[in-house]
């Protein structure tokens, strides 16, 4: 492996570490305990992973706008291919799921609030993993809206306001809902996204920071992007244990630090961008697809097949920490298949699937 020192058609180091993004969040749904060295795990380790997602995609999508002859026919079918892959996955596929869920959790609900639920959920949230689609349609058009107006000090303002709101959101809660404005905003989005997981506070901005990096032609050497990565990780540590080294503070009741994965996903993007794997441009293809398969797969096979069905058949501690690598490892396996499968088939429709 070596430094990139030139803008290369295919970026595999990029193409890796999302390989490797993918399966760190599978990771993250596969801890479902509260066991502390466990969560843990997935505070530290996990969290950037979606972040360096939306990086990527803003990172590409900038690159896309700036050498199309048409950025507005290039970002037309942007829009569709994220809206066609949204409607396999997250309607036709995931669609049915949810909407059993919904439907067992609200029975004496009448059909006209059951209704405005599931398109809540499906349609302005995104179910399960596919809340990222959904934020990505939105953030790309901001984007392409401040890029073709030349209005890109919008889109500066919009990505330090959505860290703002969103470091307030999921930190400060309880001491700034003693400000009214606070209190209403916080109010307004969990009344329409219940968490902060969406365009304005997750999409615009890492999406956006990405679309600077490829315009600015921002590069920081792989070593220094690495001591980055490594320090905040530390102190994405230190955040983790803060509750603990000061148990007495009344603060933590109703708050919580979480910041640093914001520096995590930038150098963790940033590093991957100067590596050059010595690979080929079809195996950094297939890693690439892989990992969209595992991340639009993963929830499906953990949620609603593997867990029922060990909870029917076993009586295995499938919740315990011990079994989380047990579950990462079975989730693969299955993803991967699913990719073979859809690889060896190589139907255009099927290849939606792995946004092929």
Same mark, same amino acid.
């Given at each position: 492996? =070596?430094?990139?020192?030139? %803008?290369?058609?295919?970026?595999?180091?990029?193409?890796?570490? @999302?390989?490797?993004?993918?399966?760190?969040?599978?990771?993250?749904?596969?801890?479902?305990?509260?066991?502390?060295?466990?969560? $843990?795990?997935?505070?530290?380790?996990?969290?950037?992973?979606?972040?360096?997602?939306?990086?990527?995609?803003?990172?590409?999508?900038?690159?896309?706008?700036?050498?199309?002859?048409?950025?507005?026919?290039?970002?037309?079918?942007?829009?569709?291919?994220?809206?066609?892959?949204?409607?396999?996955?997250?309607?036709?596929?995931? $669609?049915?799921?949810?909407?059993?869920?919904?439907?067992?959790?609200?029975?004496?609900? #009448?059909?006209?609030?059951?209704?405005?639920?599931?398109?809540?959920?499906?349609?302005?949230?995104?179910?399960?993993?596919?809340?990222?689609?959904?934020? +990505?349609?939105?953030?790309?058009?901001?984007?392409?809206?401040?890029?073709?107006? &030349? %209005?890109? #000090?919008?889109?500066?303002?919009? !990505?330090?306001? $959505?860290?703002?709101?969103?470091?307030?959101?999921?930190?400060?809660? $309880?001491? +700034?809902?003693?400000?009214?404005?606070?209190?209403?905003?916080?109010?307004? *989005?969990?009344?329409?996204?219940?968490?902060?997981?969406?365009?304005?506070?997750?999409?615009?901005?890492?999406?956006?920071?990405?679309?600077?990096?490829?315009?600015?032609?921002?590069?920081?050497? =792989?070593?220094?992007?690495?001591? *980055?990565?490594?320090?905040?990780?530390?102190?994405? !540590?230190?955040?983790?244990?803060?509750?603990?080294?000061?148990?007495?503070?009344?603060?933590?009741?109703?708050?919580?630090?979480?910041?640093?994965?914001?520096?995590?996903? !930038?150098?963790?993007?940033?590093?991957?961008?100067?590596?050059?794997?010595?690979?080929? @441009?079809?195996? =950094?293809?297939?890693?690439?697809?892989?990992? =969209?398969?595992?991340?639009?797969?993963?929830? *499906?096979?953990?949620?609603?097949?593997?867990?029922?069905?060990?909870? %029917?058949?076993?009586?295995?501690? /499938?919740?315990?920490?011990?079994?989380?690598? /047990? &579950?990462?490892?079975?989730?693969?396996?299955?993803?991967?298949?699913?990719?073979? !499968?859809? @690889?060896?088939?190589?139907?255009?429709?099927?290849?939606?699937?792995?946004?092929?």
């Amino acid at each position: 492996m =070596s430094n990139s020192c030139k %803008k290369s058609e295919v970026y595999n180091g990029i193409d890796a570490f @999302k390989a490797i993004a993918a399966i760190l969040i599978v990771l993250l749904h596969a801890i479902e305990t509260t066991d502390y060295f466990a969560g $843990g795990v997935k505070f530290v380790f996990t969290r950037f992973a979606v972040p360096f997602f939306f990086i990527t995609s803003g990172f590409f999508f900038s690159r896309g706008l700036h050498r199309a002859e048409d950025p507005s026919r290039y970002f037309r079918n942007y829009e569709k291919n994220l809206l066609k892959i949204f409607f396999v996955w997250g309607i036709l596929i995931y $669609g049915p799921f949810t909407i059993t869920s919904y439907v067992t959790a609200n029975r004496g609900a #009448g059909i006209l609030k059951i209704f405005a639920l599931l398109v809540r959920r499906m349609l302005v949230i995104g179910s399960g993993p596919y809340w990222y689609l959904v934020a +990505l349609v939105c953030s790309t058009a901001v984007i392409y809206w401040c890029h073709s107006k &030349k %209005k890109e #000090g919008f889109l500066v303002a919009g !990505i330090i306001v $959505g860290l703002l709101l969103e470091v307030a959101y999921s930190c400060f809660q $309880g001491v +700034l809902s003693q400000i009214a404005i606070f209190r209403w905003f916080f109010k307004v *989005i969990y009344a329409v996204y219940s968490w902060e997981f969406n365009f304005l506070m997750f999409g615009i901005p890492f999406a956006g920071i990405g679309y600077f990096i490829y315009k600015k032609n921002v590069h920081i050497s =792989s070593k220094i992007s690495a001591c *980055i990565f490594f320090l905040a990780t530390l102190l994405r !540590i230190v955040e983790y244990r803060l509750p603990v080294l000061f148990s007495d503070v009344q603060f933590w009741r109703e708050n919580e630090i979480s910041v640093v994965f914001i520096i995590q996903a !930038i150098s963790f993007f940033c590093l991957a961008k100067e590596l050059n794997f010595k690979i080929t @441009k079809k195996c =950094s293809l297939t890693l690439r697809q892989w990992s =969209s398969c595992v991340y639009f797969s993963h929830a *499906i096979i953990l949620y609603n097949l593997l867990n029922p069905i060990l909870e %029917k058949l076993t009586e295995w501690p /499938i919740y315990a920490p011990n079994f989380i690598a /047990i &579950k990462v490892v079975i989730v693969l396996m299955f993803c991967t298949l699913l990719f073979g !499968i859809i @690889k060896k088939i190589n139907n255009k429709y099927l290849n939606i699937l792995i946004n092929g």
